[in-house]
């Protein structure tokens, strides 16, 4: 389900604004649950195939979390650092068959020239964005960041519906304690407002401007570039740079105003980088939720600077060759 269709503003959001605010003052660890399933109901209209694949996610995340963080009151690090990397593992097998599957068998069957008999798997929308914030989680949990997390809660971190599509990665720290605290199970006039401003106004970018210049781009980029003028190549790739632009920020506008109607404040994860003034402040303005997360959970676990030049450089250069191979599988994010 997508933010720009009618079955979700028109029937999903309504019902799930309207239920949830009438049972948050009677029992706020029901509305949790309730909150927890309809972004489960999101989920599946995609496609309820990939909804067991999403379930065992956050159990098996869950489990190892409380493994880690029992095993740390323990005072059993040992067993906390074996837990820790088996959840790393399951987390990173998962997005690694799911994602890049396909292209390893492509370009082991170009180099090989062995045919192999393959059905090319169907990306799972979102499972990159609820395998980072698990990840992020696991690390926390062996950290000695995460003291106890219900079953519930967890579980509406991970699917909360309006991250799921595009972002941002959450952060239990930021989410947990907002889905826990009552003052925000309290329907409030002004956030219903101003949530609806933000969604219209990203809306109206994603509809209006990201699909109408779209049809500029798509003619230019199915052609050969033999056959295109100066002109027509400039002017699809300058239109190109725009649909990107204004798709990603009305995703990030809808999410931010579909979670503050909800009470939930959610990270900003885009801003305004067209206006920077250079690559690193474009860097830090552009997807800011996963530059945070490659800083504090690759770059700095790495070394970051602090292991002279040489050392500083190749941490940078992982660290951006990884950042791009999330993006996709392709041999252009690796050149």
């Not at 987390?91 to 062995?114: E, P």
């Not at 990159?128 to 519930?152: H, M, N, W």
């Not at 690759?298 to 060759?321: A, D, F, H, S």
Request: charge should be positive.
């Amino acid at each position: 389900m997508l933010f720009n269709t009618f079955a979700f503003f028109l029937v999903f959001l309504p019902i799930s604004l309207i239920a949830y605010f009438l049972i948050s003052p009677k029992n706020l660890r029901v509305s949790i649950v309730f909150l927890l399933l309809a972004s489960v109901v999101f989920y599946s209209y995609w496609d309820w195939r990939y909804l067991p694949l999403l379930l065992v996610s956050i159990f098996c995340n869950l489990m190892v979390g409380n493994r880690i963080v029992t095993n740390r009151a323990q005072t059993n690090p040992s067993q906390s650092r074996i837990w820790l990397i088996f959840g790393l593992v399951f987390n990173l097998s998962l997005l690694a068959f799911f994602k890049y599957a396909n292209f390893i068998v492509a370009n082991f069957t170009a180099v090989s020239g062995v045919d192999i008999a393959w059905q090319k798997i169907e990306l799972p929308i979102g499972i990159s964005f609820f395998t980072f914030t698990q990840i992020a989680y696991l690390v926390d949990c062996y950290q000695g960041k995460v003291v106890e997390t219900r079953p519930e809660s967890y579980g509406l971190f991970v699917t909360y519906f309006p991250h799921l599509i595009a972002g941002p990665i959450l952060h239990h720290k930021e989410m947990i304690p907002q889905f826990d605290a009552p003052e925000n199970h309290v329907f409030s006039t002004q956030r219903l407002t101003v949530g609806m401003a933000f969604f219209t106004i990203g809306l109206f970018k994603k509809v209006v401007i990201a699909d109408g210049i779209a049809r500029f781009v798509a003619p230019v980029f199915d052609l050969h570039h033999a056959e295109l003028t100066r002109h027509e190549a400039w002017a699809g790739a300058l239109s190109y740079t725009f649909q990107l632009y204004f798709d990603f920020s009305a995703y990030s506008d809808m999410a931010y105003g579909l979670s503050y109607m909800f009470g939930i404040v959610l990270p900003i994860n885009f801003f305004s980088p067209y206006k920077s003034a250079s690559i690193i402040e474009f860097w830090r303005r552009w997807h800011i939720t996963l530059s945070t997360f490659l800083r504090d959970y690759l770059y700095i676990p790495l070394g970051g600077n602090r292991k002279g030049r040489v050392q500083r450089y190749l941490n940078l250069l992982l660290t951006m060759l990884l950042g791009g191979l999330w993006h996709g599988a392709n041999w252009t994010f690796v050149v």
